[in-house]
């Protein structure tokens, strides 16, 4: 038995050494984890052991030096010797070793000598010499192949006193007696774009191997060749092995297509018999020829909202066609890359950056680009190119030819507000009188007659007191309708909703609509009460099943806790009989009833046949004098019976209102008279008094005031809010109502963008605390949609803190349609987060969160993404305050956690401010479901932020336009094959702006472009990601505007979310300014027009008074990209200048932009632009900023991290800087240029075609 045992340890230690073959078992970077000095003086005499990550090296003249050329931040540094031995780096004892790999650097190339020990450094054997790069770094590799124990090997600097050398990344690999491939490379760079029938640049890489019984094959794949003498490339080569080794042998690759096929993605083979093949991979991109001729353009019919263009032909096989509004083309296509979302509609042709969009691609000679608007000046640029297949375009963009061209003014009709609500309204009687402006320009023939038809049950007047009528005829001349007031009145007949639009047309402009709303109800009889009148808490009016006698019917939802109740004043006591009018399908359900919130007992309601059949149930009730509330609960969970209205049988009830005051700020707010019901047609004066810090802003809630005091009348139940603000700032958003990204798109069951509580028919409750959120959330529950519930908004006022009974987190789940929108400045929840699980359609806005003990926000979808979407959190602020003695950002866990396969959301303009876990998108490695998830991050601001900003697992995620300040650990992470693009965002202050895998998750795919490094390390990326652009059209803020831009429109309690009839006339998407000399340009875009009458440029004065300083015109009413800018040339002394837009309406109404600053002469941060041209060939130019006077150094590096050229290296002035150089001895490629002054080092990639 001991015998089999002793050869089941035998055959388990050769099964061991199997496993072992050829397996790296040390690797050593020098970079940390040690105690290795760092500076030449301390370089040890004499030879001293030093323990490291990988085990006990003994060193003799040798220290980590700092390095920036390969593997930062240190390299060992092997001293050149004078009168003693040469200086070297022994390895910690090994057992057994294959290969010694490590990257070498000389000043050029020079010997490093290597040697083996086996009896402890006794006696060392040479093995081999190998040689450093040249100015670069270089791989090196010696074959050792000895399967000896107790073994250790010696590096030896071999120029004797002549050269420092630097090694970095050694690499043991353990012996292995199979025969054995071994590759500096697994992979060589692209060989970018060549055109078929010629050859690309060289590239090399080296191969060694051993125990080898044959020759190496190296086989080259189809468009491929390779070469052992850089001089004849073949299809394949042999190597030959002696004494079954191969030496360090260089391979040369060039990539040589014979046709225009596009990206050749492939593998160079590397085998010998008994040996693992080896593969080294290649990529490059076969294009056609550059036409040389271009093509030129005329124009033909011009309207007001398209322009014919046409060609005439170049020598290319195909054209495309560049449009931009308001400025020339300056975008280029790149050769190798098929040009998408190509559309002769420009406002539906997806924007290739700063407005440029591709309208024409093609082989024609004309097109008609339309979606135009009028009275605006486009400029067109055409470039021929040729294609063979896939992405295979080369195009000629020297020179293209350019045009530009201005459409008509085009008859316009605009009207001011577009929405009326008249509420409810007796039948047969005629409601208050309301108004909107008409006005109209451009109109044709230039004498003519507006028409306007009013729907049923309104009638439109050009008197406010008389001759109303259904249809109105209104003259205009001379091309022009001046603003002219319309007035409107409702006048139902019958009892039921009404919604409708006073229509406009004529003048051969479009036609226009007023949106007009009301509700007809029933007479007042004596002593009946309509459910739709009713106080409701989890209920619903509902038109869904006819035969109800009002508007509308109460759909009690199937919730415990959910009530309907009806409130009226008795003079005496009495009992009574309370009939209730009700249907109920097909089963039996009960209500308990309760009076002044006392239980009187249950009352059941038998079943009623189906749900349009209505009944009657009797109640005795006994009244008290004075008000009482008799209310109908739920006390299930299960359906519950709709009640249509109840009448009595006593003296005649009163019916009476609750008046509901909140605030928003500190202050009070009072009612006078002051009382918690009103008889009908009571008239209160509501008077808020802000404290001293904060000031009175407008009366929100049922009715809208910006008048303090106000008066109301009281003749339904309403909710008053005055909004007190400690923010001088705040006001209507300018920018956007609706969510840009992911979130903008229809799909998963929705034809329409997020649009969470708003739309016909909806609810509005307020809450004001913890409890009353989650009541509200509980009752909307609807897993499967079947009670196909009205959109609900809920207004959230003040603190809402996690009082007894609030868990961790109040759950928004299996809900749909629901806004959760924030009231003034202060409006914050506390201690808790939401949890929104299985929901759609749900918007999370203007909401403080703070200290909450799980997540901030979770979003899941449970895995389907048809069950979780459309959510969009916008204008949030996300902040945690640590116990004392705990890191400074030490949030328990997510501030915005998106996971299990949530689809079409976005999150912007959010603040995440001194928090660690922020946003994790994809819950593990595991869920492979989140692959389904696209989301977007626009605008947001992680400040002092620590990690997860996001970070991504599975997803597609655009992430532009925000701002990275003070991230301790990282910023953007993508991880298991996500597709992340990150565009356009500034990063300051962030040691790893972005990454490609993080804690051992597999990598994901990251394309990094157009962003700001401002002191940070360097830009993980990765793959290829995805095209935003091929989803949604986006307008991309330049990276330098987004510090200005983001920190001063992100987070909560800036603007005014809360009033859903506000019309947000302009949507003001891009505000710049910038400086040369004395001149200041002020640059900004619109995403639409609105009534909108133009800009009045503001400059701020010595006495800081906001001053006119010009006047732009605006588009009027428009629904696409609008570019407008405006040059201020006036003297100047150097100093900070302040500027604003005031955008002004056709009704005189108007708005401020953020003010937006300039420090003409003085430049206060450091910059480095991105060159332009770029593609460039061979010349650009590159610009940049210092503040301060110093020493500066701009070099250029290709990818590899060789030098290239020397742009600048002297002392600059403070102030902005331009370099123009040539790159004409450089091959086509992608470069580096990096900008070093002090300890700021910037920089930018750019791309040299040739």
Same mark, same amino acid.
């Given at each position: ?51 490291? *990550? ?22 060992? %540094? ?75 090997? =010696? ?125 080294? $991979? ?34 290319? +096989? ?90 008509? $003014? ?93 229509? @406009? ?61 009806? +409130?009226? %004043? ?18 039996? %359900? ?58 009595? /049988?006593?003296?005649? &009830? ?43 802003? %407008? ?11 106000? *008066? ?6 309403? /909710? ?154 916008? @204008? ?79 997803? =597609?995620? @655009? ?140 400059? =701020? ?103 290239? =050229? ?7 002035? +403070? ?11 450089? &091959? ?23």
């Amino acid at each position: 038995m001991k015998r089999l045992t002793n050869i089941y340890v035998a055959i388990l230690f050769i099964l061991m050494q199997l496993h072992l073959l050829g397996q790296v078992h040390l690797t050593e970077s020098f970079d940390s984890g040690n105690s290795i000095p760092t500076s030449s003086s301390n370089a040890p005499s004499t030879p001293t052991t030093y323990t490291t *990550s990988s085990g006990v090296w003994t060193l003799f003249k040798a220290y980590r030096h700092g390095t920036t050329n390969f593997s930062a931040p240190y390299a060992l %540094r092997l001293l050149k010797n004078t009168n003693e031995a040469p200086s070297y780096a022994v390895t910690p004892t090994i057992n057994s070793a294959g290969t010694l790999s490590f990257q070498a650097y000389g000043s050029s190339s020079k010997p490093i000598v290597v040697y083996k020990s086996t009896d402890n450094g006794s006696t060392w054997i040479l093995v081999d010499t190998v040689f450093t790069g040249s100015g670069a770094f270089q791989y090196c590799s010696v074959t050792i192949n000895d399967g000896s124990v107790n073994m250790k090997l =010696k590096i030896e600097n071999g120029t004797g006193s002549v050269n420092d050398l630097n090694i970095d990344d050694v690499e043991i690999t353990s012996y292995s007696a199979a025969p054995t491939i071994q590759l500096s490379t697994y992979s060589l760079n692209s060989f970018g774009t060549v055109i078929a029938g010629e050859n690309s640049q060289i590239d090399s890489y080296s191969l060694s191997a051993y125990n080898l019984t044959s020759n190496i094959t190296v086989k080259a794949p189809n468009q491929y060749k390779v070469s052992l003498d850089n001089s004849t490339f073949l299809d394949s080569v042999i190597v030959q092995q002696s004494g079954g080794l191969v030496s360090l042998t260089q391979v040369y690759v060039r990539f040589s297509p014979p046709s225009a096929i596009g990206t050749v993605i492939d593998n160079i083979q590397h085998f010998s018999t008994g040996a693992s093949t080896q593969n080294v $991979s290649l990529s490059g991109i076969a294009i056609a020829s550059e036409p040389t001729q271009q093509s030129s353009l005329s124009f033909g019919e011009v309207t007001g909202s398209s322009i014919v263009i046409n060609f005439s032909v170049g020598n290319g +096989a195909k054209r495309l066609l560049v449009a931009r509004e308001g400025s020339a083309v300056n975008w280029v296509p790149l050769d190798g890359v098929i040009v998408t979302g190509v559309d002769n509609n420009f406002s539906t042709a997806s924007t290739q950056g700063s407005g440029n969009k591709a309208v024409y691609s093609g082989n024609g000679n004309s097109v008609t680009v339309t979606g135009l608007v009028g009275n605006t000046t486009y400029h067109f640029a055409l470039y021929e190119y040729n294609e063979g297949t896939n992405n295979s375009q080369n195009y000629n963009v020297t020179i293209p030819n350019t045009g530009n061209q201005t459409t008509l $003014s085009q008859p316009t009709l605009i009207v001011n507000p577009q929405t009326l609500s008249f509420g409810n309204v007796q039948v047969s009687t005629t409601s208050e009188v309301k108004s909107y402006v008409l006005s109209g320009h451009t109109l044709s023939p230039a004498v003519g007659n507006i028409n306007i038809t009013a729907p049923d049950g309104f009638q439109i007047s050009l008197s406010q007191s008389s001759q109303f009528a259904s249809v109105l005829q209104i003259p205009y001349s001379g091309e022009v309708l001046a603003q002219t007031t319309v007035y409107v009145r409702f006048s139902p007949t019958i009892t039921s909703l009404y919604n409708g639009s006073v229509s @406009h047309s004529g003048g051969n402009a479009s036609t226009v609509n007023v949106v007009v709303s009301g509700v007809g109800t029933s007479p007042a009889e004596p002593n009946v009460f309509q459910a739709e009148d009713g106080v409701f808490v989890g209920a619903y009016v509902s038109q869904k099943y006819s035969g109800y006698t009002g508007w509308g019917y109460a759909d009690i939802t199937d919730r415990t806790g959910s009530f309907l109740e009806f +409130a009226f %004043r008795k003079n005496t006591a009495s009992t009574e009989t309370v009939t209730i009018t009700y249907s109920n399908g097909g089963s039996s %359900r009960s209500y308990q009833v309760k009076l002044n919130d006392n239980v009187l007992g249950t009352l059941n309601f038998p079943t009623t046949g189906s749900w349009t059949t209505w009944s009657t149930v009797t109640y005795n009730v006994t009244f008290v004098s004075g008000i009482n509330r008799l209310s109908f609960n739920s006390t299930t969970n299960n359906t519950n019976a709709n009640i249509d209205k109840i009448s009595l /049988t006593g003296e005649t &009830a009163v019916p009476v209102y609750k008046l509901t005051l909140l605030k928003s700020g500190a202050g009070t707010v009072t009612a006078s008279p002051m009382q918690a019901y009103y008889d009908a047609g009571t008239q209160v004066t509501l008077t808020a008094t802000p404290s001293a810090a904060n000031v009175f802003y %407008r009366w929100n809630g049922t009715e809208v005031s910006y008048s303090n005091p106000t *008066s109301i009348v009281m003749n339904s139940h309403k /909710t008053q809010v005055a909004l007190m603000n400690d923010y001088s700032g705040y006001a209507n958003f300018p920018y956007e109502a609706n969510p840009r990204g992911f979130a903008s798109l229809p799909g998963r069951g929705y034809s329409t963008g997020t649009t969470g509580g708003s739309g016909i028919g909806n609810n509005v409750i307020y809450v004001s605390t913890a409890q009353q959120l989650m009541d509200a959330m509980y009752q909307r529950i609807d897993a499967n949609g079947v009670s196909n519930y009205a959109p609900l908004i809920v207004y959230v006022v003040g603190i809402l803190s996690r009082d007894a009974g609030i868990g961790e987190m109040v759950d928004v789940k299996d809900v749909y349609d629901v806004s959760i929108i924030g009231v003034g400045s202060d409006a914050t929840i506390t201690g808790f987060g939401l949890n929104v699980t299985r929901s759609k359609n749900i918007i999370i806005r203007n909401i403080k969160f703070a200290s909450w003990s799980d997540d901030a926000i979770s979003v899941d979808g449970d895995d389907d993404p048809n069950k979780g979407n459309h959510v969009w959190v916008d @204008h949030c602020t996300f902040t945690y305050t640590p116990p004392p003695g705990y890191p400074t950002a030490s949030g328990p866990d997510g501030s915005v956690d998106i996971t299990h396969a949530v689809d079409l959301s976005t999150v912007s303009f959010c603040l995440f401010d001194n928090t660690d876990k922020n946003s994790l998108v994809g819950h593990s490695n595991s869920n492979v479901a989140d692959t389904a998830m696209k989301l977007t991050y626009h605008h947001n601001w992680f400040k002092n932020s620590v990690q997860r900003n996001p970070r991504v697992r599975f997803a =597609k995620v @655009h992430v532009y336009n925000n701002y990275y300040t003070n991230n301790s650990i990282y910023g953007v992470s993508s991880n298991m094959e996500a597709d992340v693009l990150v565009e356009g965002n500034y990063f300051f202050n962030t040691p790893i702006p972005t990454e490609t895998s993080r804690d051992g998750s597999p990598p994901g795919d990251l394309v990094e472009r157009y962003n700001i490094f401002d002191n940070t390390g360097p830009a993980g990326t990765r793959g290829d990601a995805f095209e935003a652009s091929q989803y949604y059209s986006y307008s991309l803020d330049p990276a330098s505007e987004i510090p200005n831009k983001v920190s001063v429109l992100a987070g909560s309690g800036l603007f005014d979310f809360s009033n859903p009839d506000v019309i947000i006339p302009v949507e003001l998407n891009k505000l710049n300014i910038s400086s040369k000399e004395n001149i200041v340009t002020i640059e900004w875009s619109t995403s639409s027009e609105v009534n909108n009458t133009g800009w009045e440029i503001e400059v =701020k004065n010595q006495n800081g008074v906001f001053i006119p300083l010009g006047f732009v015109d605006g588009k009027g009413n428009s629904t696409i990209l609008n570019y407008y800018s405006f040059t201020d040339n006036s003297e100047k002394i150097s100093g900070l200048y302040q500027y604003r837009l005031k955008q002004i309406n056709f009704d005189g109404s108007y708005t401020y932009s953020e003010v937006v600053s300039v420090d003409i002469n003085r430049v206060l941060t450091y910059l480095l632009n991105q060159n332009y041209p770029n593609p460039f060939n061979p010349a650009t130019t590159i610009s940049y900023q210092i503040p301060v006077k110093q020493h500066v150094s701009l070099v250029i590096y290709d990818v590899l991290g060789n030098q290239v =050229k020397e742009v600048v290296n002297e002392v600059k002035e +403070a102030g902005t800087h331009l370099e123009t150089f040539n790159m004409v001895d450089v &091959a086509t490629g992608v470069y580096i240029y990096r900008l070093k002054s002090g300890q700021i080092i910037l920089s930018q990639k750019m791309l040299l075609l040739k």
